[in-house]
Structure formats: C-alpha cells, structure tokens
C-alpha cells in the first residue's frame, strides 16, 4: 500500500453535516429538558399560587385604596379613603392599642422565650419532654387556645380569680376592665406563640462553644455576666431577626382581642388596626377605607424592615 493511500485514522472526526446543530447536543438539550420539565412544573405552579394568594391581593389593595362605590359604580375616589380614616377617631386609639400592644408582647413574648431557653439549656435530664411541653401551645389550634384563656379569665369561676382569692388578692374583670384587657390578650399571646420561638433561641443557645463559658467562670464571671458578656452577643444575629419577626407580628394582632373581648373589648381599649380593618370591610361595607387602612400598614411595616435591615447592615460593616 503506497503512502498515498494510507488508512485514515480510526478517531479522526467524521466531518459534520452542514447546516443545523449537533445530534449531540440536541440529543443532550432532549436529555436535559426532560430532567428539569417536572422541576420547572412544579416551580411554576409554586409561582401561580403565590402570585394568585399574595401578589394579587395587595395590588388589589392598593387600587382599592383609591376607590369607592357609588350607586353600585367602582369610581376613582383619590386620597378621599385615608382623608375618611384619618379623621375617625377609632383609627388613633386603633395604633394607640396596637403599639401598646405590641410593647408589652415584646417584654413577655421576646424575653421570656429567651429565658425559657436559657433555662431549657441548663437542664441535663428530660430536656426532650420540656422541650415538646413547651411547644404544645403553639401544636393547639389558635381558637382552642383562646377559649381556654377566655375560661381561665372568668370572673365568677375561672381559674386566675381563684388563685388570686386563695392567696388573699383581690379578684379582677380581666377582660371586663380596660385596666388589665390589653394585658390578659397579651398574656393569653405570648403563652400561645412563645413555644416556636423558645425553640429557635435553644437551637442557637446549643450552638455556642462551651470553652465561652468556661473562659468567662475563670474570669469570675456569674450567671448574669455570662448570659450578657457570652450569651447575647452569641446570639445576637438570632434575637435581632426575631425581633424583627415579632414586631411585624404583633402588629397585625387580630385573633387573641378577637375572641377574647369580641374585638373592640371595654371602651374600645382592645380595637387594633387589623380589626378596625374587619370593621371597615364587614361591618361597614366599607371596603375602600379598610384597604386604605390596611396599606397604611404596609407601607408602616415595610418602612419599619428596610430601616431594620439597613441599620443591621451598617451595625455589621462597622
């Protein structure tokens, strides 16, 4: 065989075809398409229902907000509907009971699930029965749960007004008296929500190096300086996102007045902003002034997390 007939190589390349892409990579983009198509499926069923259930609702919000009927007509009603709200009396002692409100849930509901877990964390035996013990409030649906405190607070049988009698105190209209109102609905929240947060708080507690604490009782250091000097600054990341969660929460409180004192409660002193919301909408059809109301509160809480956020941001750059 002369050199001029000489086999070619057996991995030379076939030439390709002229015009369209590769089998290969056809074959690959096939290949790929039918490993993510159920992803992508499920991904964007995701994505409808969330735009269906939030993303819809608020813009709905928002457009109400500037609307009104008039002889069964949806007119342009411009600033008229936080004109209406800002002139009812109801709308200021409305913030005034929810930014009460929300001061005293976060003297109970932020630092006593922080204690709670410190204290959980202490424990070396039957930490997994304490744990589920103190989590089976948040397990109960929220209705039974407020029943059980609207029992707890009666004033001829319930339970508080006894125990007061039997340590000589005097009995108390809990939910009757605008003194101790807000403060039985705040109580009755922080015992029904405080389990998932004492949880979270013990899953940080138990990641914090143990050498800490040793370090600071060599130091000298007692109980109360370790959970200052060791404690706090550990988990600090963790009670600032909390914090930011339970404002935001507390300022939406609506179940716990709802049920307790029938929303409004004695002399209006448990009216909250999400049930000045339900007043506008449902009792009196007024449906523009309570998303006027209700974007009031956005805009609020919104403010609120950016502000949040953006000071948390330069605490940690500095």
Known sequence: MSALTAPKSPTAPRPRPAGGPPQDGRAAFARAFRRNVSAHGFLIGAVVCFGFFSWYPMVREFLLAFQKNED???VWAGWDNLRYIANDPAFWQAWRNTLLFTGLALLLGFVVPFLVAILLNELRHAQGYLRLLVYLPVMLPPVASVLLFKYLYDPGY??????FGAVGLPEQQWLQSTDTAMLSVVIAATWMNMGGATLIYLAALQGIP????EAAELDGAG?????????????RLILSLMLLLQIIATMQVFTEPFLLTGGAGPEGSTTTVVYLIYQYAFNFNNYGAAAALGLVLLVLLAGFSAAYVRLSRAGDEG
Not at 158 to 163: C, S, T, V
Not at 210 to 213: A, I, M
Request: no cysteine.
């Open 72 to 74: 069964g007509r949806t």
């Open 158 to 163: 319930g339970l508080f007004n006894a125990l």
């Open 210 to 213: 143990g050498e800490l604490y």
């Open 223 to 235: 109980l109360w300086r370790k959970i200052w000097h060791v404690t706090v600054p550990q988990t």
